[in-house]
């Protein structure tokens, strides 16, 4: 380019050349539609060169990247080859002339020979973004096939906007009980994710991209004449390209992206890139939606399993029930973020569903066990973990639901985890388990006094139990009264609240130790 102008400036008398590039067919330019056409492809549609003198054009009109060429003549020259406008070389002149015949002829003669330099430029140009988008697909690839569809969508604004050279790319999703379409990713938009944006042009466009579904490209004066002011003064659109993320049978949202950094307007290609983008962006969701919902088919079968193993026997019918409620209670009481709780109360379901494995001469011995039964009934939190291990979104569930006979001071099972080596849900459901379990019927033994059972519950913090979660559960039951799960009349709320605030805490907690 730097010889293409050099050789201008010195046949045609010029201050100063540079070529705008535009890169579309002639026929794109002209499409019905384009009325208001950018103001170098307009010049590229006259197809001959355009001499424009001082007086003649207003500094208004010029467009930005011109503004500043203070020149008295400028000469505007399409470079067109086989029907593809490439762009319009300009050149500055201080000097308010026309071309003499003998000039005219050697712009004529130079015309080709430009064209052809700036052709192979383009086709340079052109190679480079072939191998960047070709590049971008195939770390797109890799990126689609994440599990977590916000980490997929998050990938993937951000891969857009560096692949395609854009200011801004953003993803809208349907979110909330309302399905209402909402930013679920965005790469360049400072305001992307503070919700502000159901108003601002990219939330209008979404909305209507959604009722088609289909593409929409859309020029600066399309956007101003169909959806008004943008309320972000800072945000200038010159050109969107909106695609739907959509299969067949199911809508997910829009990808939108806004202006390519160097001015120009999106290509076919460009377009036919991004409709590629998102056909495999809609089924990477749609086979992550499959993917849970198999999921949550396979835990509503172990949750049954579970629930069927608590319904063979009447005295522990809603025993998982309650430990899950109990767990629930606590981890709210201490604060511990809501999804967390939500966690911990399906672990509380699941904590004996490796009983399953257990005989059930055993389960339903109504004597005391011997030392050779109680090793094999010590099995089930491992049995459980090997049954929910193999689901990955259940780690958590899984980690919890098999500690819940671990104790604070190392003397539990099966990995005689000490301290804060257990897992957190494991400390919480060790507690709510042997409160629920004390506090109802047994075919070897009644409930016992609530008293006891609570008074119990306080002496082993420190040793069978985390002094941070037995505060927490005096606190839970304190909200919970007048009675517990199992219809047991629990003491007046200050007493309990008193029970809470002696709970003795160890000057320093246990090492974490164990051999898991």
């Known amino acids: 380019l730097e010889h293409i102008y050099s050789l201008a400036r010195k046949l045609l008398s010029a201050e100063r050349a540079h070529l705008f590039t535009i890169g579309r067919t002639m026929a794109e330019l002209s499409a019905p539609g384009r009325n208001q056409l950018p103001f170098f492809e307009y010049l590229a549609l006259q197809r001959s060169p355009v001499l424009v003198q001082e007086g003649e054009l207003s500094l208004d009109a010029l467009p930005s990247e011109i503004a500043d060429w203070r020149f008295p003549t400028l000469l505007f020259v399409p470079l067109i080859a086989r029907e593809k406008a490439l762009g319009v070389l300009t050149l500055g002149s201080r000097e308010t002339r026309d071309y003499t015949p003998e000039e005219e002829a050697l712009l004529a003669a130079f015309i080709p020979l430009v064209t052809g330099l700036a052709e192979a430029e383009t086709l340079r140009r052109d190679l480079d973004r072939q191998q960047t988008h070709t590049a971008f697909l195939a770390e797109f690839d890799a990126a689609i096939l994440k599990p977590e569809i916000a980490e997929v969508l998050g990938t993937t604004a951000n891969l857009v906007k560096r692949a395609m050279q854009v200011e801004r790319a953003l993803i809208f999703t349907r979110k909330g009980p309302k399905r209402e379409l909402e930013v679920a990713a965005a790469a360049g938009c400072p305001y992307a994710m503070s919700g502000k944006l159901a108003d601002h042009a990219c939330g209008r466009i979404a909305r209507e991209v959604a009722e088609g579904p289909r593409l929409q490209t859309l020029n600066a004066e399309a956007i101003q004449r169909r959806l008004g002011g943008d309320p972000h003064d800072r945000c200038i659109e010159r050109q969107v390209v909106a695609v739907p993320i959509a299969t067949p049978q199911q809508f997910y949202g829009v990808l939108q992206v806004y202006n390519k950094t160097d001015g120009t307007d999106f290509t076919a290609s460009e377009v036919q890139l991004l409709q590629e983008i998102t056909a495999k962006l809609a089924l990477a969701m749609a086979n992550v939606e499959l993917y849970r919902d198999l999921q949550q ?127 957190l849900g494991g400390r919480i459901l060790a507690l709510a388990d042997a409160f629920d379990t004390l506090t109802s019927d047994r075919k070897y033994r009644p409930r016992v006094d609530m008293d006891w059972a609570l008074k119990e519950m306080h002496r082993c913090a420190g040793n069978h139990f985390d002094p941070t979660v037995v505060e927490a559960f005096f606190l839970a039951m304190a909200d919970l009264g007048p009675v517990d799960l199992n219809k047991n009349a629990l003491p007046p709320r200050e007493l309990l609240l008193e029970m809470a605030a002696t709970v003795q805490s160890p000057a320093s907690s246990p090492p974490a130790t164990g051999d898991a």
């Not at 973990?385 to 639901?401: F, S």
């Open 297 to 423: 088919a396979a835990l509503e079968t172990i949750k049954s399993l579970a629930r069927a193993l608590d319904s063979k026997d009447k005295y522990t019918a809603n025993h998982s029930e309650n430990v899950s409620q109990y767990g629930f209670l606590i981890a709210c009481k201490m604060g511990l973020p809501f999804e967390t709780c939500e966690r911990i109360k399906l672990a509380g379901i699941l904590h004996d569903v490796g009983k399953i494995g257990i005989p059930d001469a055993i389960l339903n011995k109504p004597g005391r066990l011997t030392d050779e039964e109680f090793a094999i009934i010590k099995q089930h939190p491992g049995k459980g973990y090997r049954i929910l291990e193999p689901y990955k979104g259940l780690r958590d569930v899984a980690d919890a639901a098999c500690s819940h006979h671990e104790r604070w001071d190392g003397g539990g099972y099966p990995r005689r985890l000490k301290g804060e080596a257990i897992p």
